[in-house]
């Protein structure tokens, strides 16, 4: 029988753990001694489906809920970046390079809207997981944070949550008419070219109708080379209420369209702190939502609730890249064939000798000529085009019973459902070969990577085409019982069984080959939990906890998961044997209370085990690779926070230790690492060895809020996000050191903290006026970074073999890039409410 490890073994956590141990051990009669206060009680739903709630101190687990006054009073743009200021645990790297396409981190794992990434959170919008069918990718952009009321982040693998949920859940629920009545508009401007409007409507009749509309449109030109960003939203919610029933339709649609121009290499970023890579980086999202949602109480102990949904999202992208298979080839100089068809077509002044790197910063006649003859372009073409298109719907349906009463004389809480989801998806992908221009854009030629191409003797060309048909069902049941043994403890025992059926179709090589994404998978297990928790008193309480959550493998893994056939993401996919689920085993203990009505903190540890965890591996093909399951990753720490409010000030802070290493031994691509086997500038692999901290992932967080009244109309608030240095991706066994001449940068990032400043000035009843300074001190800083080969000089031309030829191969310059952080933006707005 395999021994899970215990939070304790850990020697950081152990001293925490004793004492924590310790206070589980206080009896219920020495807390007659305790001074109790009156309680702040925050009731909460234990699943994504409105229930009957129960208060925070029963719940296993360190909750972090939020409000909508709380989310609307930060200024945060939307739902991620308030995460970024005010939840404890959470970071995020600007890898997309846009605010609106930020990878979310909790405790180590990832909602990120890019494909490819490692999904680790699920996110529910009104009961409904908004992972998105494939690649469980979250896109932070569809969710309008004017129409939040309230969302709460639960931690660990609850799963009463679904799939996805290895490193918490995120449950978002949103306005009603009743509850947020009255009409404002609000608009603003600032930097870098902002603008926004916002209105907001709701009410309520006799009748028992409701209705709520928001609506939002954002333009901004981006402080990065041409980075603009267009986002427009619009969210309803239609209901009807009696005693005993209530009835919501939600009605959401987005049309959005974002530039996010990536990482940026080291040298370039330190001569312009807005420059870009390679451009454009463009992605267009447009979604609608339904969702009917109905509670009904049948008497005062028992509530039915459910809900039915549809969701279509149209996703397409045109990304200008460069062409990393051109820069081990001479690039420059028209051979007599080349010159000879320019000619032909109506070109002139191309060189007839002696181009080179010195004299040709940005070729580009040799991928015209071999555009021309079909010949070559995957070689002599310095850029790369990548367009994608992917068609999702899914629907489905949930329903839950909420049954309160006494079990052998003991209050009790009894929660069972059901679920139902299926998506359908089309994606399609294909590149385009061009060449790179001195703006970093990319001009096309008539050349396609479809394999049709020429590649040379004993080479084979690019295809990085895709035509995917998927569609994956997932049948789930759940239910959990909160047991109050006596008036101190209560024990609470939860349970969902998923079976995951996914099915892949090739459009393009049918026929289940060892190149077809054909394929028929199924994955099932039932995910337990077990919690108690301890209240000796109304000023303080403990709480200990473990949970077992699952993922299945997603359609872009699964179709990149076979060592016959690797593949180069995110350009292409290939075979799909297998994949197993991936099974996160978390444990949960802490104390948490409040000296006052205003006072409140927390105190916990929680390990977090990844089994089967999913990794791209390298293949000995160069550059290429495929997923595969990977033994073990562990994620731990220590949790502590408190607020409080004196007088007119009011302060919070929260401090996260994070610990995140592999517990399994892997080998991985290397490219731009110096501890590569294949030599220095070559893409070779590297070890990862147990023990090695995961990438991006630093080990310090610290968050830190104060806000002060000045009057009754004048506010101010400041605060602080302090995150400490993290390794780059591709540094994954954390040896890599830069040489100078082969190797730069040194495979990490470096820490950083970052203050924001908001203020706010009420008019009258009606007109308030506000602003706020993000980055106030102007720090120059990076979220993450990764290592890989880089195509340009110092001086920004393109270096096609920078080296001399090593046993048949050229050597490339490996630099770490970086996602920089954005620069001091002020923006200033009014509000205007009836």
Known sequence: MQRHPSPSSH????????????????SANAADSVQSVAPTVTVIG????????????????????????EIDDSMALDISAFMNRRLNGVHINETQGNPFQADVNYRGYTASPLLGTPQGLSVYFDGVRINQPFGDVVSWDLIPRSAIASMNMMPGSNP???????????????????????????????????????????????????????????????WRTNSPSDVRQVFGKFGWQDARTDLDLSVAYADNKMNGNGLQEKRLLEQDYSSIYT??????????????????????????????????????????????????????????SERNALTAAGYSGFPTSGANAANTPFPYWRCLANALLADEPN???????????????????????????????????????????????????SGQYGYINADRSVTPVDAWADGSQNAGAGETALDSRVSLNGRTRTVSVFATDTLSLNDYWHATMSGRYNRTTVKNRDNLNPGGGSDSLDGNHSFNRFNPAVGVTFTPSRSWNAYAGYNEGSRTPTAIELGCANP????????????????????????????????????????????????????????????????????KTRRQGVEAGASTAIGALSLAVNYTFLDATYRSSEEVGGAGNST?????????????????????????????????????????????????????????????????????????????????????????????????????????????????STAFSAAGGVVARPFGEVGGEYPQVGSTFYAPGAPRTAWIGVRYSL
């Open 11 to 26: 020697p950081r956590v152990r001293p925490l753990v004793l004492a924590l141990a310790a206070a589980f051990a206080t």
């Open 46 to 69: 234990q699943t994504p489906l409105p229930g009957l709630e129960q208060p925070v101190s029963h719940i296993a687990a360190p909750v972090q809920s939020f409000s909508a006054r």
């Open 160 to 222: 009463l949550f679904g799939l996805n949920t290895l490193g918490g859940a995120l449950a978002i629920q949103t306005k009603e008419g009743r509850t947020h009545a009255g009409t404002s508009v609000q608009a603003s401007a600032g930097s870098y070219g902002r603008r926004a409007v916002e209105f907001e409507h709701g009410g309520f009749n006799d009748q028992g109708l409701e209705w709520f509309v928001t609506a939002n449109q954002f333009h901004e030109n981006g």
């Open 279 to 336: 451009q454009p980086d463009i992605t267009k999202n447009r979604s609608m939502f339904l969702n009917l949602t109905g509670k009904h109480s049948l008497n005062d102990q028992t509530l039915l609730s459910g809900n039915i949904y549809y969701r279509k999202i149209t996703s397409s992208t045109y990304n200008g890249d460069i062409n990393e298979n051109a820069l081990e080839n001479s690039v420059y100089q028209p051979s007599l």
């Open 379 to 429: 070689e002599k073409c310095t850029g790369l085009i990548n367009r994608s298109r992917t068609d999702q719907e899914n629907f489905g349906m949930s329903g839950q019973a909420s049954v309160a009463g006494e079990l052998a004389g003991r209050k009790n809480l009894f929660i069972v459902g059901a679920g139902y989801d299926q998506s359908n998806l089309h994606f399609q992908q």
């Open 564 to 631: 016959e056939n690797p593949c180069k993401l995110p350009n292409a996919m290939a075979g799909d044997p297998p994949l197993k689920q991936v099974v996160t085993k978390t444990w949960d203990l802490g104390l948490r209370g409040q000296f006052d009505a205003s006072s409140r903190w927390n105190l916990g540890v929680f390990r977090a085990t990844s089994h089967d965890d999913i990794l791209f591996v390298a293949d000995d093909q160069l550059g290429y690779g495929y997923f595969k399951n990977f033994g």
């Open 676 to 788: 590569n086997e294949e030599g220095p500038g070559l893409e070779g692999t590297i070890d990862i060895k147990k023990g090695n901290r995961i990438p991006l992932i630093p080990r310090h967080l610290l968050k830190a809020s104060a806000d002060y009244r000045f009057t009754q109309a004048f506010s101010m608030g400041a605060d602080l996000i302090g995150v400490s240095g993290s390794y780059a991706r591709g540094n994954e066994n954390n040896q890599h050191q830069p040489d100078g001449t082969y190797y730069l940068g040194s495979g990490r990032s470096a820490g950083y903290a970052v203050m924001n400043l908001s203020a706010r000035y009420r008019v009258n009843r009606q007109l308030q006026v506000f602003g706020q300074i993000n980055n106030l001190f102007d720090r120059e800083y990076s979220t993450g970074a990764q290592l890989g």
